[in-house]
T-cell receptor
Framework: DSGVTQTPKHLITATGQRVTLRCSPR?????VYWYQQSLDQGLQFLIQ???????AKGNILERFSAQQFPDLHSELNLSSLELGDSALYFC????????????FGPGTRLLVL | AQSVTQLGSHVSVSEGALVLLRCNYS??????LFWYVQYPNQGLQLLLK??????LVKGINGFEAEFKKSETSFHLTKPSAHMSDAAEYFC????????????FGTGTRLTIIP
């Protein structure tokens, strides 16, 4: 158990809809990262937040957004969903902003029908 | 930009045999390098990391990796494979100065033959 929790574990929705994925980092960790894992694109870094502020951005679509709240939990919002957004979404956390050792959550499996 | 290349998307070894998973990096300066493992239906777990200290790094579950600057490689090895090692393994790289983004390779699925 990494100490990172993600909810929900599974999500099934329809094209055009909006969903919110939630992540709670390990106790004491200030950085949260979001990744998308799909068969065709592999593991892609989406975005990083550190202590409430956006720190780094990766291959995140404009339809996706994230935020980190004062209690350090984070939410990833996916809107206008397309079939291609079906993937496993991971959250990870680390103690600092420097992306050293990251601890991964179990993931949220999103299926867009 | 840093990148890693994992040679072989699938590797099969017999139980008890040597495990060798290959990773080559591309970076203008020696980066930080990581190996993560993903068991079925689980998140990624850190196996080991290289952060410019000893070039031979020992990790969990009997795995180790050697940083070779001359070959720009960071191959993962285990002397004797166990059935529980069946998983997907990801090599990752992070820059040292000014470019600290973590970039993952495409992964190698390890199958253990009984």
């Amino acid at each position: 158990d990494s100490g990172v929790t993600q909810t929900p574990k599974h999500l099934i929705t329809a094209t055009g809809q909006r969903v919110t994925l939630r992540c709670s980092p390990r106790s004491g960790d200030l950085s949260v990262y979001w990744y998308q894992q799909s068969l065709d694109q592999g593991l892609q870094f989406l975005i990083q937040y550190y202590n409430g502020e956006e720190r780094a951005k990766g291959n995140i679509l404009e339809r996706f957004s994230a935020q980190q709240f004062p209690d350090l939990h984070s939410e990833l919002n996916l809107s206008s969903l397309e079939l291609g957004d079906s993937a496993l979404y991971f959250c990870a956390s680390s103690a600092t902003s420097r992306q050293e050792t990251q601890y991964f959550g179990p993931g949220t499996r999103l299926l867009v029908l | 930009a840093q990148s890693v290349t994992q040679l072989g998307s699938h590797v099969s070894v017999s139980e008890g045999a040597l495990v060798l998973l290959r990773c080559n990096y591309s970076s203008s300066v020696p980066p930080y390098l990581f190996w993560y493992v993903q068991y079925p239906n689980q998140g990624l777990q850190l196996l080991l990391k290289y952060t410019s200290a000893a070039t031979l790094v020992k990790g969990i579950n009997g795995f180790e990796a050697e940083f070779k600057k001359s070959e720009t490689s960071f191959h993962l090895t285990k002397p004797s494979a166990h059935m529980s090692d069946a998983a997907e393994y990801f090599c990752a790289v992070r820059g040292v100065f000014g470019n600290e983004k973590l970039t993952f390779g495409t992964g190698t699925r390890l199958t253990i033959i009984p």
